[in-house]
C-alpha cells in the first residue's frame, strides 16, 4: 500500500513539472511574437531633372521698346547656337525706330554690334552694342524663351532701360512687288519692282528685279542674304544694292546705285515692297 502511494505521488509531480514546463514555453512564444522586425525604408523618389535648355537658332527679329520715352529698336538677325551660347550673325541689322534709313551694321567701333547670349533653361541672356552720338552703347536683355518667342527687360549703358520682344520665322523665299522714288529727283510717277528670290539652308539669296518706269536701268539680278526678316541684296555688275525690313506684313526699303554704276550712278531712295512674306509682325 505503501509502494502504491508513493508511485502516485511521483506521477503528480511529473504532471506539474509538464504544466510548468507548458506554461514556460508558451511565454517564451508570446515574447518572440512581440519582436516584430522594423520594415525596411521606402526608395527615395528619383531627382527631377532640370528643364531642358531653350533652342535659340535661325532667323530672329528683337524689338526693343524703352520705357523712358526713348523710343524702339528692332533688331535682325540669325542666330546660331552651341549648347549654352548663341550669337548672332556679321550681317546683323539694328534698326532705331525701324527706320531702314537709320538701320546700323557692324559698323566700328561698336564691333559689338553681333549679338551674343546664353540660355539656362528657359532664361536667356543677350548683349550687343551699337554707336551713337554719344558714344558705344551696350544693350543687356534678360529673359524667357517659349518654342518660337521670347520677352523680358533690357538695360543699357546710356540710361535707358525697357521691355524686349522676340520671335523667330522661316525662309524668306518668294515674291514682292511694289514703288520706289528716288530721294533726289522723284519721278512725278513712281517706278515699281517686282523682287523675287530664294533662300538656301544658310540664308543666302539669290534672284531678280524687274523695273518699270526708271528710264536708267529696268533688270537687276542679285545676291544677298535674308537677316531674321530683314533682307539685303546687291546686284555686283549694276552695282545697286538693297536694305529692307518689315513693317507689319510689308517691307520697307532703300536702294542705292554707286557713283560709278554703269547706270543710275549716284541715285537712292526709299520704296515699299507687299507680297509672300511668311513674317507678319
Not at 86 to 93: D, K, P, V, Y
Not at 258 to 272: F, K, L, R, W, Y
Amino acid at each position: 500500500m505503501k509502494s502504491l502511494l508513493s508511485f502516485s505521488a511521483i506521477l503528480l509531480t511529473l504532471a506539474g513539472s509538464g504544466a510548468a514546463l507548458l506554461t514556460f514555453a508558451l511565454l517564451l512564444s508570446g515574447c518572440g511574437a512581440a519582436n516584430t522586425p522594423t520594415p525596411a525604408p521606402a526608395p527615395a523618389a528619383a531627382p527631377t531633372p532640370p528643364p531642358a535648355d531653350a533652342v535659340i537658332s535661325g532667323q530672329y527679329s528683337l524689338v526693343l521698346t524703352s520705357t523712358n520715352g526713348h523710343g524702339t529698336i528692332n533688331l535682325y538677325t540669325n542666330f546660331t547656337q552651341t549648347q549654352k551660347t548663341f550669337s548672332g550673325a556679321a550681317t546683323t541689322l539694328v534698326c532705331p525706330s525701324n527706320d531702314v534709313s537709320q538701320c546700323k551694321g557692324n559698323d566700328p567701333p561698336a564691333a559689338s554690334i553681333i549679338p551674343t547670349g546664353t540660355v539656362s533653361g528657359a532664361n536667356v541672356t543677350i548683349t550687343f552694342s551699337i554707336s551713337t552720338p554719344a558714344g558705344a552703347d551696350t544693350f543687356s536683355l534678360v529673359g524667357s524663351a517659349g518654342a518660337t518667342n521670347f520677352a523680358g527687360t533690357y538695360t543699357d549703358t546710356q540710361g535707358d532701360a525697357g521691355t524686349w520682344t522676340g520671335s523667330s520665322g522661316s525662309s524668306l523665299t518668294g515674291s514682292y512687288g511694289g514703288t520706289f522714288n528716288s530721294t533726289s529727283n522723284p519721278l512725278p510717277i513712281a517706278p515699281t519692282i517686282l523682287i523675287s528670290f530664294s533662300q538656301d539652308a544658310t540664308f543666302n539669296l539669290t534672284g531678280t528685279g524687274m523695273i518699270t518706269n526708271l528710264p536708267c536701268i529696268s533688270s537687276l539680278k542679285f545676291s544677298g542674304q535674308a537677316i531674321g526678316p530683314a533682307f539685303s541684296l546687291t546686284d555686283t555688275t549694276n552695282k545697286a544694292h538693297i536694305t529692307a525690313v518689315p513693317t507689319g506684313s510689308n517691307f520697307t526699303f532703300s536702294y542705292s546705285f554707286d557713283p560709278t554704276a554703269p547706270s543710275c550712278a549716284g541715285d537712292s531712295g526709299i520704296g515699299q515692297l507687299t507680297g509672300t512674306s511668311p513674317w507678319d509682325y
